[in-house]
């Protein structure tokens, strides 16, 4: 990974792209630093102080500590995230929005649709958030409460235009997805202050050296099985053997080698583990931020059952069934994403028109049939594979009682966009010395 960085700060397109990336990134953080007008923070970190569960946490590791502080970037880059949740469904849902997509002027009308519903969504949370906020009395009491709603709103949804467009900016001029990597610098930002809390939790406090150090290590064991299990997981792949009429066996086509098709087994990246995670922690985050007091009663027990820091409780187990409807959301949306990502047909028409075939497969829809079929175990495989991997650190801390923004969610999503990263630095770098080996 060093050896890579060092070796792409060579190469002045791909350094400007890197330094591109980390400015952009650089404005990311200072804005989360920015207090929006018309909230008292004083009231807002004891009212959140004082909220039970991983909700409000789980959104404050997304957006980087700036929903804590309040910040223009409270929001991030979430209402993008569902924005395109939004119009990928109604991509796949509606035949001629599907045609669109094939195109190169219609790709671009459905990326500027998503744009405008990324400004509606920031628009109506950023309404929800003011009106809770009111309800909550952590307005500024110095200024009338429709004047710190319009400022909070105004606020709110032009700091999350703001961060779309940095991303787009950083997908087109600088280092890999940039909704990714901007989610990924805003967890990776709250990691020391986690470790510190570990440190101070299971390590300093401990009665004896043995008790810390055997703390230490499960700790670091934990954080590096997640890292290990989640590099292998996106590494694998799934060869499916193709042969060209007439073609030499050192030839390239397109994208794929003359031997095989190469399938990632975790067809849907990171992605699943994003949608089922926000899904789940937003009628929490909705009734805690109108007040909505469920007691004991039903409802309560829903809301804990959907938040992570209460499975694997060892005095109720009960609230783990949450978990259930945790891994069907994650088998769900990777099928729902590979969908978008990878269509069969699409690669069984390419293939033919190529003179490619697979061996005992015709030609045609019987190519597409078969890549379906294999394309449904490989997704399941994938999708199980993620829920393990997010599962692991869940378990150890609903055990020892760990309370952390991170988990397995936000682990894997760093280390999955990471590997992303530095193998399209990778890619471009062949690229580079490819196109040179032609000029010479």
Known sequence: MFKTFVNAMKIKDIRNRLLYTLGALFIVRLGSQLPIPGVNRTYFAEWFKSQQGDAFSFFDAFTGGSFTSMSIFALGITPYIMASIIIQMFTISVPKLEEMSREEDGNRKLKEATRYATVILAFIEAIGLAIGFKNQLVLDNSNPAVLNIISIVAALTAGSAFVMWLGEQITEKGIGNGSSIILVINIASRIPSDMSSLYQTFVKSANNVGK????????????????????????????????????????????????????????????????????????????????VQTGNGVGSH???????????????????????????????????????????????????????????????????????????????????????????????????????????????????????????????????????????
């Open 212 to 291: 810390a150090i055997l703390a230490a290590v499960i700790i670091i064991g934990v954080i590096v099985l997640t890292i290990t299990l989640t590099v292998l997981l996106n590494a694998a792949i799934r060869k499916i053997p193709v042969h060209y009429n007439g073609r030499s066996n050192n030839s390239r086509i397109g994208n794929f080698g003359v031997n095989n098709i190469p399938l990632k087994i975790n067809t849907s990246g990171v992605m699943p583990v994003i949608f089922a995670s926000s899904l789940m922690q937003f009628p929490v985050v909705l009734c805690g931020l109108f007040g």
């Open 302 to 440: 829903i809301l804990k059952g959907l938040q992570s820091n209460y499975w694997f409780s060892k005095d109720q187990p009960y609230y783990t069934l949450g978990l259930l409807l945790y891994i069907l959301l994650v088998i769900f949306f990777a099928y729902f994403y590979t969908s978008i990502t990878f269509n069969p047909v699409l690669v069984a028409d390419n293939l033919k028109k190529r003179g490619g075939f697979i061996p005992g497969v015709r030609p045609g829809k019987p190519t597409t049939e078969y890549l379906e079929r294999i394309l449904n175990y490989i997704i399941f495989i994938g999708a199980v594979g993620l829920f393990i991997v997010c599962v692991i650190p869940i378990f150890f801390s609903g055990i020892f009682g760990a309370s952390v923004t991170f988990g397995g969610t936000s682990l894997i999503i760093i280390v999955s966009v990471v590997i992303d990263s530095i193998q399209q630095v990778e890619t471009m770098m062949v690229e580079r010395n490819y196109k040179g080996f032609l000029k010479a």
